[in-house]
């Protein structure tokens, strides 16, 4: 398979006994034969699920950092806002609406959403950009897994995404009560469908944090981090391109494509190069695509990238 780069498991670089610690073991949920990570709780029906390197060989982000900074406006625009804020949110109960150009649509509960969907850990480069960039060990799986369940009809072109909006739990929409909330994204179908286009519910072999967007939120690696929507609680099938935020706040500085490209720079800065998260003053070139073109690049064939889309 030609995207396999390596076999190194955030367990096999984490001592085993403190790995298994923190973990939740709960005993007598076994017989699904992957681990699934719902709500506040890890339950580990069974331990052993794959692992995919991804990352083109750079070293994975320190666990504190990657949750500790972080863009979750819902909880302040400052990078440590979500880790101090979003503990409020509550995740549990938690559903996720699939609408549109579905045969299947409905309210699911998240338990619903991942049964019988088998998790695996994806080691990702993540690239933001405001260029900044960490390497993640996500849980998850194909987002193309729950759009197959869900049925997708052919005249369905998009997938749009929606992040839960409750300011009684999310003291950054009160403050900023004139940001366009919800939160939304946008992917094309076949982006969607890409098998790299990941629902992560967990991340560092534990359930997702708050701050990172739990109990789940899309992972699209070769794109700018801020198409990698969080704590969603919608899908729709749409037939046309849906709204994304950044691209309503700024439509000449985000386009709806936002693919990582080094050699488009952001009217305000260079895309060139990026600061490694929890890597000092390190900085390397980013690549084209986020280093994922082998898998991504004929998806935009005859597209001029040199653009804002
Ligand atoms: N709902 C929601 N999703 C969001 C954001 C946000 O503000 N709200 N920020 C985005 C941006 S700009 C980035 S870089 C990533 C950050 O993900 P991380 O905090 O897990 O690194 O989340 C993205 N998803
Ligand atoms: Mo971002």
Redesign the pocket.
Same mark, same amino acid.
């Given at each position: 398979m030609t995207l396999f780069r390596g076999n190194i498991k955030y367990s096999d670089i984490t001592a085993k006994a403190d790995f298994l610690n923190r973990r939740q073991i709960i005993a007598g949920a076994a017989g699904l034969g992957a681990a699934s990570f719902v709500g506040g709780a890890v339950q580990a029906q069974n331990l052993e699920y794959s692992t995919t390197d991804y990352a083109v060989n750079a070293d994975i982000t320190p666990k504190k950092d990657? #949750?500790s900074?972080?863009?979750? &406006? +819902?909880?302040g625009t400052g990078k440590n806002d979500?880790k101090d804020n979003a503990s409020r949110m509550k995740i549990d109960p938690w559903a996720v609406e699939i609408s549109g150009l579905v045969d299947n649509p409905g309210n699911y509960s998240l338990e619903d959403l991942l049964s019988g969907i088998a998790l695996e850990e994806r080691i990702y480069r993540?690239r933001? %950009? +405001?260029a900044?960039s @960490?390497v %993640?060990p996500w849980i998850g799986f194909s987002l193309s897994d729950i759009l197959k369940r869900a049925g997708v009809q052919s005249s369905a072109k998009y997938v749009a995404f929606q992040? !839960?909006n409750r300011p009684s739990e999310m003291i950054?929409i009160k403050r900023n009560p004139k940001f366009p909330w919800? &939160?939304v +994204?946008g992917l094309r179908l076949d982006e969607a469908m890409n098998p790299l286009s990941m629902i992560a519910t967990g @991340?560092y072999g534990e359930s997702l944090p708050n701050?990172? $967007?739990a109990p789940l939120? !899309?992972v699209v690696p070769w794109k &700018? $981090?801020?198409?990698?929507?969080?704590?969603?609680v919608k899908i729709t099938l749409t037939e046309t391109q849906p709204q994304t #935020?950044?691209n309503i706040l700024a439509p000449k500085e985000y386009g709806f494509y936002s693919n990582v490209n080094p050699s488009f720079d952001h009217p305000r800065w260079s895309q060139a190069r990026e600061r490694i998260i929890g890597g000092g003053i390190f900085k390397r070139d980013t690549p084209m695509f986020n280093g994922y073109g082998e898998e991504v690049a004929n998806l935009y064939a005859g597209m001029d990238l040199n653009k804002n889309y």
């Open positions: 990657a #949750t900074f972080n863009n979750f &406006y +819902e909880f979500p993540f933001c %950009v +405001e900044w @960490m %993640v992040t !839960l950054g919800p &939160y +994204e @991340m701050q990172n $967007g939120r !899309l &700018y $981090g801020f198409k990698s929507i969080k704590s969603i #935020t950044w």
